[in-house]
């Protein structure tokens, strides 16, 4: 065979070719690997971030009927929610104080504490949604929270009212249902007004002291601080006191609340 001088043969050439068929081809199986896997963890991200924006408008809808039915307007309300893979239950009880001393003689005006079971949804990460006592509240997994939605108090210089919303389990409407629901299906949350009243009220100026015992006492702390209360650590319990108001009345209502 005559002497080619170096040039590359025709099986030189055959090899150069395969070669660079299979780099392309991986290129391309690589590329397509890393767009579709970061593809689905986009999707992802956009789907949870999704099903947490539509939770979190489900809690201010039920908030909102839940005031319907405290104020009066209304005996019950139902709002739906979607668990996205959750569960839904009444959680531990939390305690609201109100305490009222007259700025003349700083004797006691009144003072009341009530007990209520926030509605909780709990996230597969561990994060929850709160309804309790009128407020909306978000709660990290690592325990810090934060309020969404304020409760519907009236808090001015002129007067104040402080509403009790006492959410406890409705067993007679309830009827072998599960006291918690956790599916991937919607849930349909029925709250009934079972019994409404003023538990004390007064025309004299009053100073307010409000005491909160719960596992989301921080938010309530950040919150009437913001409305001009002085807070002291948010603990298990968190003691709010000095707002000044001219008159002051608290008004308790027992809510039933039922899972379908």
């Known amino acids: 065979m005559a002497d080619l001088g170096g040039l590359p043969t ?15 081809f991986s290129v391309v199986v690589l590329t397509v690997a890393l767009v579709t896997v970061s593809g689905q963890a986009a999707l992802v991200e956009t789907r949870d971030t999704q099903q947490t924006a539509n939770l979190e408008a489900g809690f201010h ?15 019950s309300r139902s709002t739906e929610l979607d668990l996205s893979g959750g569960r839904v239950a009444l959680g531990p009880p939390a305690t609201v104080a109100v ?27 561990g994060a929850q949604l709160v309804y309790a006592n009128g407020a909306v509240i978000v709660q990290g997994e690592d325990g810090g929270a934060a309020m969404l ?49 003023v538990l004390d009220s007064t025309d ?45 009345t608290v008004v308790r209502t027992r809510v039933a609340i039922s899972l379908e």
């Open 10 to 24: 025709c099986d030189d050439r055959g090899q150069s070719e395969v070669v660079g068929y299979v780099l392309v």
């Open 61 to 75: 809808v039920l908030a909102a009927n839940v005031d319907d039915v405290v104020r009066g307007d209304a005996p």
């Open 99 to 125: 305490r009222a001393e007259y700025t003349s003689n700083g004797t006691l005006a009144f003072e009341h504490a009530r007990a209520t079971r926030p509605l909780v949804y709990r996230a597969e990460s």
């Open 149 to 197: 939605r304020r409760p519907q108090v009236l808090l001015s210089a002129d007067r104040t009212v402080f509403p009790l919303v006492n959410t406890t389990l409705d067993r007679q409407q309830l009827r072998g249902r599960a006291a918690s629901v956790e599916r991937e299906s919607r849930v349909l949350v029925r709250t009934e007004r079972r019994k409404r009243g």
């Open 204 to 248: 004299a100026p009053v100073e307010l002291t409000v005491e909160i015992t719960s596992s989301r006492a921080d938010a309530w702390r950040t919150y009437l601080e913001a409305a001009g209360f002085s807070c002291g650590p948010a603990g298990p319990t968190v003691t709010c006191d000095g707002y000044t108001t001219g008159a002051a």
